[in-house]
Every structure is written in C-alpha cells, then in structure tokens.
C-alpha cells in the first residue's frame, strides 16, 4: 500500500479511536451543560427550589474538576439601623441594581434555549457517531476497550 493511501487510513483510524475515547466525557459535559444553562444545578434567592444531590454534584464536577461541594456563604447581614447613611446607599444601590438587571435579564431566555438546544445537538451528535463508529467498526473488541477507557480514566481521575 502506497504512502497516498497509509496515511489518511491512519489518520481516519487515530481519529475514529480518539472520538471513541473522548464520547464519554463529551456526552457528561453535554448534558451537565445543558442543564446548567437553566441553572438547574443551584438553588436561587426566594425561590424553594432544591436541586438533587446528584445534579449539584455532577455540575461542580463539570466546572471545578471535584465532587466536593463548598458550602455556601451565609448572607451578608443587613445594615444596621443606628447608621444614618445606610438606608438611603442601600436604596441607591438597589434602584441601580434594578435597572441594571432588568436590561441584562430580559433576553437571557432565548440565549439559555440555544444553549440548551446546541447541548441537545452535541448530545446527539455524540451519540450518533459512537453507533457508527460501533456499527462499522472491523474491530468490536478494540472499540469496546477504547470507550471503557474513556468511561474508566476520569472515573480513577476521581480518586486522586
């Protein structure tokens, strides 16, 4: 076999094999992005929402690399009567914030349904190329080793 022929032979299969390595955690972070683009992985101020453990736990994994979960910081107290100045910064500060937010959250829905929609692409995309790279594979054995590596390297990562 010429070298006009080797070469993109060994590259389809380097890539084939590094998809197939790399699809586990591309599907972890798929999923756990796309939940975290609706914040469904905190919980927020006045709200009684309380997310499962395992959702908390899985999106500290994807931004922090660790399943340990800092507790959160009590809120600061509120200031105290006897200070003259307080009330009126604390007004001020709220009408600012205000007015800020309301132009930062009114288009942030649209924004969080792409994201959501291009994880759910990903996720899919994903997906798709693992049974291809299954289905057409002249090596099942091979692939079946190389996607447990991918499942079982962050897995022992973990335990470090």
């Given at each position: 076999?010429?070298?006009t022929?080797?070469?993109?032979?060994?590259?389809?299969?380097?890539?084939l094999?590094?998809?197939?390595?790399?699809?586990p955690?591309l599907?972890?972070?798929?999923?756990?992005?796309?939940?975290?683009?609706?914040?469904?992985h905190?919980?927020?101020?006045?709200?009684?929402?309380?997310p499962?453990?395992?959702?908390?736990?899985?999106?500290?994994?994807?931004?922090?690399q660790?399943?340990?979960?800092?507790?959160?910081?009590p809120?600061?107290?509120?200031?105290?009567?006897?200070?003259?100045?307080?009330?009126?910064?604390?007004?001020?500060?709220?009408?600012?914030?205000?007015?800020?937010?309301?132009?930062?959250?009114?288009?942030?829905?649209?924004?969080?349904?792409f994201?959501?929609?291009?994880?759910?692409?990903?996720?899919?995309?994903?997906?798709?190329?693992?049974?291809?790279?299954?289905?057409?594979?002249?090596?099942?054995g091979?692939?079946?080793a190389?996607?447990?590596?991918?499942?079982?390297?962050p897995?022992?990562l973990?335990l470090?």
């Open positions: 076999m010429s070298l022929h080797r070469f993109p032979r060994t590259v389809r299969t380097i890539h094999y590094l998809g197939v390595f790399t699809a955690m599907l972890f972070f798929a999923l756990t992005g796309g939940l975290q683009a609706f914040g469904l905190e919980t927020s101020r006045g709200s009684s929402y309380a499962p453990a395992w959702l908390v736990s899985m999106a500290q994994l994807h931004k922090k660790t399943l340990v979960v800092p507790p959160r910081r809120r600061p107290p509120t200031a105290q009567a006897g200070t003259p100045a307080a009330p009126a910064a604390v007004a001020s500060s709220k009408a600012q914030r205000g007015e800020n937010d309301n132009r930062l959250l009114k288009n942030l829905l649209p924004m969080k349904i994201f959501a929609l291009i994880a759910l692409g990903l996720f899919t995309s994903v997906l798709s190329g693992l049974y291809m790279a299954w289905r057409f594979s002249r090596r099942p091979l692939f079946g190389v996607l447990a590596g991918g499942i079982m390297v897995l022992l973990l470090f």
